[in-house]
């Protein structure tokens, strides 16, 4: 589909600037996402070539313990968060459209949003050196983090970033999960759906049921630090709570950064060995086991905590299980490549480097499923050599496979083919180098500033340094050829590599509005264009033609300034959250930095209120594949999606209270502390709201104006009424010093918890303020209701979690 | 529907004065059914599930299935320490 937008910043910008900052277009937001991850792999990548000199020869102080452990976990943060999956979205906003035969992405202001909202979390995480950036590794485990260990506030500001990131990312999972199962051209059925889709789409569901659990630790992490709560702190939650909310996340989220690369190179293979992928849909079937069983293995991380035997048992059956799909993966590409003809490019030699390296990777995973294996090799340079063949080897050799791949679609132009192969050879060796020698180094700690000459460490890691150097200089090579190949490479034509899948049927580089005609897939799943041998299916074409018969559309751009500005407030108001100064170290609290997060605030009212202001209209297909979905609208499969995303945050929320409560000896009787007659009304109050939420729906339907203002007043009233006995009941039980967040686990989980509900309960108020404004303007009476469906399906979820609430805390 | 919904919770309100007589598995089993019951009440009747296409309703089912079972086995996993 094509937006339009009538909101333009006619005069602020110059109109290539204007262009880039408020594009929705998917392919130019692809862009901005491949660039900037790029910027922060070099970033990270000189990171991790000053922390090889500093570990280069023993007892060196090129950088001192409290900066190595800085760069250490910035380094790991930046790689994880902000480089591998950005590229790998990069290509895929870029790509995904043009694959499954769609204009854009179903919500194409929420694309940019996306991007914008990463951008401003990376920035975050960069200035999180100022202020001390974090030091305690990527995994940030507890109690390290608590303030009394790490008194600096560059922590705040990496949870912040990490909050920025992870909406992002759940935005970004909404949309492409719409887009994949409600956009694609007529005939694109699933099963026609090439595989770096499908990888992406199974990446996606991962994502949506990791990333909130993320969400809800750094949330218990930041509450923890600033207002002295004790989820982390606390012996009953403590080191343990951390690691499991962590890893509970952790664990996919390696898959999450994995697949992309997979499910790239299973459609840049075929292409230059000429050959369909040898049981591709195995290898999509093993990928959905492989996301399935992720989220089961998590406590191999965790087998030297104390967990119990049968735990260890059931994880070292888990983790040896989910191997297993990988080696139906490996095995259909090694099969694809057997008797081959593979035309050695560039793409295809990472390509194959990254299969390579990910089967060593793989293997030495395998070895730390074994619980006495893990328990030598636990915290060793064997494990970073393990992941680093997994992220590095894997994951961004086939990243960088879809670099030279895409490369000519997006700029129309060729790299030098040379110059790639040199980049490969040396990128390749040098990778080797600096990792293999760590597998040797499995007697070194992992996360030491440095270590004494007797250990015999030195040669070993020399060796390693002088590979990072080798492997980080490299890729200066590919900077420059891509660098100097989109100013002044010859033009690449529409398929150089002779491709099958539908971007290649597009000039390079693709037009604004990708497809002139959406075309049609046959019924075979063959789709005709481009002058090659073999169709993936074993059919011949012979000629040239055009796609499809499919439905033709007039160009047309949108740009929007609302999403950059969104993300700006949303940057300003979590800087100001955690920028604050210690007010007292025990109880810890922060004293929030008021002036942004009131900017923030105030920006983020007036772009909310741009944003829906704003007549951004988007075009949707009548004739599309949208199976299982064909009856369910967009917005409202998003959603839905979206509440998913929710259940998982406030289950953490409650496993995280359930956790400190199990573990906990003496805990309030019921109606000790809190009046149960309170949790009754405050019950009674929301479910009357949800019924006036219905009342208004059902207004909106039969067009009845009045009604639905009624029943959108009684529901902010009872919003408010509820929000009203909260603020007295917190009022009373903290002003009488029984019952604060210094008060122990009690409270901490009481407030928390229900204090993240209310927050959704002030949203939802939020939101019933804008419908009624519109309504009192004469919208949602006249069959576009929809609105106020929407936001009874919120505004319902808000009630079901408060259901649960109630007798956790008030009646147990 | 409301009122079924009020009802439960007055169930569990009117639970909770006879707490010391139950047993306090039985108690809170009862207690987190009833809140499962009325969640499901609600997704089904106020948000509309059960008149959704089967394709909607079944992706939001799995959907709570799958973390309800992940969140058991988080539950049992901890309680295993």
Redesign the interface.
């Given at each position: 589909m094509a937006a339009q937008s009538d909101h333009m910043s006619q005069d602020i910008f110059p109109p290539r600037v204007r262009r880039w900052l408020f594009t929705t277009n998917h392919k130019e937001v692809g862009i901005l996402y491949l660039v900037t991850a790029l910027f922060f792999f070099v970033a990270a990548g000189l990171l991790a070539l000053t922390m090889r000199t500093q570990l280069s020869v023993p007892d060196n102080n090129v950088l001192n313990e409290g900066l190595y452990n800085q760069f250490v976990t910035v380094h790991g943060l930046l790689m994880i968060f902000w480089v591998l999956s950005p590229f790998a979205f990069g290509f895929a906003n870029y790509i995904i459209p043009l694959q499954i035969g769609a204009r854009d992405l179903a919500f194409p202001r929420l694309n940019a949003m996306s991007y914008w909202f990463y951008l401003f979390s990376g920035v975050a995480i960069i200035m999180s050196f100022i202020f001390g950036a974090p030091d305690l590794g990527w995994t940030l485990y507890s109690p390290q983090t608590a303030f009394q260990f790490t008194p600096t506030i560059g922590l705040n500001v990496g949870a912040a970033a990490l909050i920025l990131i992870t909406v992002s990312i759940t935005m970004s999972s909404v949309n492409f999960l719409v887009t994949m199962f409600k956009m694609r051209a007529p005939g694109m059925k699933l099963r026609n759906v090439p595989v770096f889709p499908w990888a992406i789409l199974v990446t996606i569901f991962m994502m949506l049921y990791a990333f909130p659990s993320f969400l809800a630790a750094v949330l218990l992490l930041y509450v923890d630090r600033a207002f002295g709560t004790f989820y982390f702190s606390s012996i009953q939650g403590g080191a343990l709570l951390w690691d499991n909310v962590f890893w509970f996340f952790g664990h996919p989220e390696v898959y999450i950064v994995l697949f992309p690369a997979i499910g790239l190179i299973a459609d840049v293979i075929p292409t230059f060995t000429r050959r369909p992928l040898y049981g591709s849909k195995y290898v999509i079937g093993s990928m959905i086991a492989a996301a399935v069983i992720s989220f089961i293995v998590w406590g191999h991380h965790m087998f030297v905590t104390g967990i119990g035997l049968t735990s260890t048992k059931l994880y070292t059956v888990t983790t040896i299980a989910v191997s297993l799909p990988f080696d139906v993966m490996v095995i259909a590409m090694i099969e694809t490549l057997i008797k081959a003809r593979i035309k050695l490019k560039a793409a295809a030699l990472f390509a194959l480097g990254a299969i390579a390296l990910f089967v060593i990777g793989g293997i030495t995973g395998v070895y730390l499923a074994s619980v006495a294996l893990d328990h030598a090799l636990r915290g060793t340079y064997f494990v970073v050599a393990h992941f680093h063949y997994i992220m590095v080897g894997g994951s961004i050799m086939g990243l960088i496979a879809g670099l030279y791949y895409w490369f000519p679609k997006i700029t129309g132009r060729m790299y030098n083919e040379t110059v790639a192969k040199i980049h490969f050879v040396v990128s390749f060796i040098g990778f080797n180098i600096l990792y293999f020698p760590m597998f040797l180094l499995l007697d070194m700690p992992r996360r030491i500033q440095t270590y004494a000459p007797d250990t015999g460490w030195g040669p070993l890691n020399s060796l390693a340094t002088l590979g990072g150097f080798i492997f980080g200089g490299a890729q200066v090579l590919l900077f420059l050829n891509l660098f100097l190949s989109q100013r002044r490479g010859p033009p690449s034509g529409p398929n150089p590599w002779d491709g099958w899948t539908l971007e290649w049927s597009l000039p390079s580089p693709v037009p604004a509005h990708d497809f002139d005609t959406i075309p049609t897939i046959a019924e075979d799943g063959t789709y005709r264009f481009g002058n090659g041998s073999n169709y993936p299916n074993g059919s011949a074409h012979l000629e040239h033609s055009k796609v499809g018969n499919g439905l033709s559309y007039s160009h047309l751009e949108g740009m929007s300034p609302w999403p950059i500005v969104m993300a700006f407030a949303a940057f300003l108001f979590f800087l100001g959250l955690s920028i604050g100064q210690p007010t007292s170290p025990n109880p810890v609290s922060f004293k929030p930095f008021w002036p942004l997060i009131a900017d923030g605030a105030i920006l983020g009212v007036i772009s909310l209120y741009g944003y829906s202001r704003e007549k951004f209209s988007v075009h949707e297909e009548s004739r599309v594949e949208s199976w299982p979905f064909r009856e369910v609208p967009n917005v409202k499969l998003g959603i839905w999606t979206f509440l998913g995303a929710e259940v998982i945050f406030f289950g953490v929320l409650i496993g995280a209270y359930f956790f400190v409560r199990t573990n906990s000896a003496t805990w309030p009787g019921v109606g000790e502390l809190f009046s149960i007659r309170n949790g009754f009304a405050m019950t009674l109050v929301l479910l009357t709201s949800s019924l006036t939420a219905i009342m208004a729906l059902a207004s909106a339907k039969i067009g009845s104006r009045n009604g639905l203002i009624a029943g959108l007043l009684a529901t902010f009233g009872l919003g408010a009424s509820f929000l009203y006995i909260k603020a007295t009941e917190w009022i009373e039980l903290g002003t009488h010093g029984v019952f604060n967040v210094a008060n122990g686990l009690p409270a901490t989980s009481y407030f928390i918890t229900t204090g993240t509900h209310g927050v959704h309960v002030v949203a939802g108020m939020c939101m019933t303020v804008y419908l009624l404004v519109n309504t009192v303007r004469g919208r949602y009476i006249k069959g576009d209701y929809h609105a106020i469906e929407h936001f009874g399906l919120y505004w319902h979820f808000v009630d079901i979690v408060w259901v649960f609430l109630f007798p956790l805390f008030y009646l147990i | 529907m409301?009122a079924i919904?009020?009802g439960g919770?007055d169930i569990?309100?009117n639970?909770?004065t006879l707490?010391a007589t139950i047993p306090y598995g039985y108690?809170?089993s009862i207690?987190?059914g009833?809140?499962g019951l009325?969640?499901i009440l609600?997704?089904m009747f106020?948000?509309h599930l059960k008149y959704?296409?089967r394709?909607?309703s079944s992706?939001?089912i799995i959907?709570?299935v799958?973390?309800s079972l992940?969140?058991s086995?988080?539950?049992i996993?901890?309680?295993?320490?």
């Open positions: - | 409301f919904l009020v919770t569990e309100f639970l909770a707490q108690y809170v207690l987190l009833l809140a009325k969640a609600i997704a106020y948000q959704e296409p394709s909607l992706w939001v959907g709570l799958i973390a992940l969140m086995l988080s539950f996993q901890l309680h295993a320490h």
